[in-house]
């Protein structure tokens, strides 16, 4: 029997792409779709694909106390920064125990829920409920480095490129095309979210420079990392593959990746490897679809991890999303 999933916030850039995957899923069915703007339309007006499964599921607006009686398996919070713990409130006070998976930055800090980046802490994952999806910045981030934590000379600085999309739908500089045009928009260039993010999962300082741009999605981090001992190139682009070969939703590359070939895709890229002449610096270039890896495609790994599925269900049968 396929296990329901309602969504909270389905009118975001990264909800539309979550039903389109959900839609594609053999295993899952959405129980219900929350917005307050667009309450009382059809869900396949907006968003075709669905139209197969349920063609007459409307989108509707049920206050945090109502959610715990709409009865979904889970239930995943595509809300801003802030917004998930009042939901979250609610099923606790109705006792309601669904899988709970955040999209926010609410719950990445808290050790009793589950980080979900499944290629470095699937180990970690026990069956637990509550899993926060990690931002994607920070996904892009952690990938590039892991392979040569035990081999880090400190601190690891981080230049980062976006999408406008990953600004929201809330209209702001950072979103505004006209603004963004022949433009880079430098921002958050200490402290930024994603820095604390990284440097907390990964044990290691990481210093972070995001940019926005102004093209709609994917993202691009050039990753500066200083080590303790010599490299030789081939050394490290073989360490690369030994670490990920096994893991069908990154790949490395020889050259560095390009953000332009990355949008709509579901893995990340990780290339360059780019050796100071002594062998003891390395530039790593990593990119995703801040949409799809860094939100959506995480969020339904997280999802078939959690009901037992393999994590590429629904992912590889996804249609490419509109731009």
Known sequence: MAKTIGIVGARGHVGADLVRLIAAHPQFELAFVSSRELAGQTL?????????????LRYSAPSHEELPGLGADAVVLALPNGKAADCVAAFDAAGADPVIIDLSADYRFDDHWYYGLPELTRAGFHGQRRISNPGCYASAMQLAIAPLLNVLEGPVQCFGVSGYSGAGTTPSDKNDPEKLRDNLMPYALTGHLHEREVTRHLGHP??????VAPHFRGLTVTANLHLSRRFEREELVEHYHRHYDGEPLVN??????????????HHVDVGGFALSEDGRRVVVVSTLDNLLKGAATQALQNLNLAFGHDERTGIDAHPRPRP
Do not use: Q, R
Not at 47 to 56: G, S
Not at 206 to 211: A, G, S, Y
């Open 44 to 56: 396949a007006d907006h968003i075709p694909e669905y139209a197969a499964k349920n063609p007459e």
């Open 206 to 211: 990481v210093e972070f420079m995001p940019h």
């Open 252 to 265: 490395v590359t020889d050259a560095a990746p390009w953000v332009s070939d990355i949008a709509g895709k």
